[in-house]
């Protein structure tokens, strides 16, 4: 059985992505919020924050890990590199584990 087609549309602006180097994850029972970040030094900056149900997150997870799977079948496989540092003093605005 052939799958529908989906059309998604998005602005121009969207199509170009945007880079992060740095998430932090926080999580409450009905929802996981991902924040994404820039670590330019002397400051990081907030890309974008995504808030999803968490069957949404556990399926996400499961498509990231299908997709690294191929990618180190076709190329190499990743090595694990330690995070950047984070500044001393803190980054501005405070992140909290469980909300």
Known sequence: MEQPQIQIKAK??????NY????????TKEEFILD????APPSISLISRIIMSPSHAKRMLKALQE???KYEGQFNKIEET????????????NVEKNY
């Open 12 to 17: 121009d602006e969207d199509l170009k992505g």
């Open 82 to 93: 330690k995070a950047p540092d984070m500044p001393q003093g803190g980054i501005g605005f």
């Open 36 to 39: 994404f970040l820039l670590n």
């Open 67 to 69: 997709n690294i799977g």
């Open 20 to 27: 992060s180097n740095l998430m932090f994850v926080a999580h």
